[in-house]
């Protein structure tokens, strides 16, 4: 998916994906990552979820990627913090305490560049991306990442009535692309409230561990 449809639609304020409080499946099943406070977790295509004030105030510190600097804008002014902003090449690090964001295409973010991190936490990147991309994020976030344990959200419904994203992603896609690298669990699923688009369709959340 090209960058420009993701900066429309974040100039354009059409963000539906964007929840208005923390991911329930998140709150259920931060345990199973089984980390202490203070451990750093990585959200790819972060946007400005609330997901990182919950984790933020969990004891937990962040570090993102996203596209969209004026996704990032808000997250901070939502924060109520003013970041330091650092150029790094073809990235720009908008940093405050316990909070690292990486502004920018993700492909250009080394493992170097991002640090270490003891977990990701993936609610909004693989489903965003069309199934041409999702071999190389998969593989790209293993090697930035050193395949670092995983939560990852996923929907399942019928994508002959709708397109993404979200995308539709099914079970055996998924061990396409993880299998690799990780061990699979499915830890909960649930159906999304109204659907999506008005079409039935299931949330679900992996633990995905090396």
């Known amino acids: 998916m090209e960058p420009d449809f993701w900066h429309k639609r974040w100039e354009s304020g059409q963000i539906g994906f964007h929840q208005s409080k923390p991911n329930a499946f998140l709150v259920d099943h931060i345990q199973t990552l089984n980390l202490p406070k203070g451990a750093r977790i990585f959200l790819p295509l972060c946007g400005k979820t609330h997901d990182i004030a919950w984790l933020l105030?969990?004891?937990?510190?962040?570090?993102?990627?996203?596209l969209s600097a004026i996704a990032i804008d808000q997250l901070f002014d939502a924060l109520?913090?003013?970041?330091?902003t650092t150029k790094l090449g073809p990235l720009t690090r908008q940093s405050a305490d316990s909070i690292d964001i990486f502004v920018g295409d993700i492909f250009e973010l080394d493992q170097s560049t991002l640090g270490p991190v003891d977990a990701i936490y993936d609610r909004a990147a693989l489903v965003a991306l069309p199934a041409d991309m999702r071999i190389g994020y998969a593989n790209h976030l293993a090697?930035?990442?050193?395949?670092?344990?995983?939560?990852?959200?996923?929907?399942?419904?019928?994508?002959?009535?709708?397109?993404?994203?979200?995308f539709a992603i099914w079970e055996d896609?998924?061990?396409?692309?993880?299998?690799?690298?990780?061990?699979?669990e499915c830890l909960a699923r649930g159906e999304v409230s109204g659907g999506m688009k008005g079409?039935?369709?299931?949330?679900?959340?992996?633990?995905l561990t090396a």
């Open 57 to 66: 105030a969990e004891g937990y510190q962040v570090v993102g990627a996203e």
């Open 80 to 84: 109520g913090v003013t970041p330091d």
């Open 143 to 166: 090697a930035i990442t050193n395949a670092a344990t995983q939560l990852l959200v996923t929907f399942e419904y019928d994508q002959s009535f709708i397109s993404g994203p979200p």
């Open 173 to 184: 896609e998924l061990r396409r692309l993880y299998d690799a690298h990780f061990a699979l």
């Open 199 to 207: 079409h039935p369709a299931t949330e679900a959340i992996w633990h």
